[in-house]
């Protein structure tokens, strides 16, 4: 006969201070997690892009080539390549081994707040300040966008990309989602201008900040509200919101030093946790482990469980 299944141990959340890096680039705008999660990349208003072992501690390579502060980075599914945006309008394709730039491109009319690879890095997908979202094509030698999707009406502060779909948040109110096998647009109107969106980790649910100190919680397919969560202060920096890498709690960064997690389902406050005194510039959660990277002016700071042994340590 079959045995149950154990019962999943209750999902933690990072509340531990284990490590902090001094980044020397200035003000750090971003901070992201690999794929894998064992690396990290932040972005400097030094023009500089730096790739970390964060567990470690250790800075691995600075990738020098923007005109201005850099604004977003990502890195492709194989690690081979990484592509950031910055305020001098340009999205940089790099390899990563060699830091050299493999491609720039050119086109937006103002700065670019955010860029991501699509699953397979044949294509970068970036959001600017001149209302667009435009789709580069990695391999060719082409100078111009295979794509550009101008719907929004105002900046766009925020893209995440499936399989299948662009999910985009604009500073007009709307959070668009393209649906690239069906060729559809989907565009649910919140009101307030956005800073961030994300899909949930099930793909059901696309989880959207604003700049009304409130996150959102929307279904995909049909735009139903299915959660509000305030408490923090987001009132005029473009911050950042996360899932945890179960979906089990929703975050945010705040204007007040602080970030905050919510229960998804019942939306009441689980966790805050003091990062600094400046705003919490941006946020990154672990694909696959209770670990939060936040940034703040210029230093990036990796939490951890309560129960985290750091390695070498002895288990008490």
């Not at 509200?225 to 945890?244: I, K, N, P």
């Not at 089990?248 to 805050?272: C, I, P």
Request: glycine share 10%; net charge negative; aromatic share 8%.
């Amino acid at each position: 006969m079959a045995f149950p299944r154990p019962r999943p141990a209750r999902p933690e959340l990072p509340r531990r201070r284990v490590r902090t890096l001094e980044c020397g680039q200035g003000a750090v705008r971003a901070v992201r997690f690999n794929v894998d999660g064992n690396y990290c990349l932040t972005c400097g208003s030094d023009k500089t892009l730096k790739l970390w072992n964060p567990h470690k501690g250790t800075a691995l390579r600075t990738y020098q080539g923007h005109g201005y502060e850099v604004l977003d980075a990502t890195g492709s599914f194989d690690n081979s390549q990484l592509c950031s945006c910055g305020a001098d309008k340009t999205v940089v394709l790099w390899d990563v081994a060699t830091g050299q730039v493999v491609r720039k491109y050119r086109g937006h009319a103002g700065k670019v707040n955010c860029v991501q690879f699509n699953e397979e890095a044949t294509i970068i997908v970036s959001g600017s300040i001149d209302s667009t979202v435009r789709c580069w094509d990695c391999r060719s030698r082409r100078p111009d966008p295979v794509q550009v999707l101008d719907e929004a009406k105002d900046g766009v502060s925020s893209v995440k990309v499936s399989d299948h779909e662009i999910l985009s948040g604009s500073v007009d109110g709307r959070v668009r989602r393209y649906d690239l096998r069906a060729g559809q647009l989907y565009s649910d109107y919140v009101g307030s201008p956005i800073t961030s969106v994300c899909f949930s980790k099930d793909g059901q649910c696309a989880l959207a900040a604003s700049l009304d100190s409130t996150l959102r919680l929307l279904d995909k397919e049909t735009g139903e509200l299915l959660g509000e969560y305030t408490g923090h202060r987001s009132t005029a920096y473009r911050l950042d919101c996360v899932l945890s890498e179960q979906d089990t709690h929703v975050g945010s960064a705040s204007e007040d030093g602080n970030v905050y997690f919510w229960d998804l389902v019942e939306g009441s406050l689980a966790l805050s946790l003091a990062v600094g005194r400046g705003v919490v510039q941006s946020l990154s959660f672990h694909p696959t482990l209770p670990c939060l990277l936040t940034a703040t002016e210029g230093h990036v700071q990796l939490w951890r469980e309560d129960t985290f042994q750091p390695e070498g340590d002895a288990a008490t």
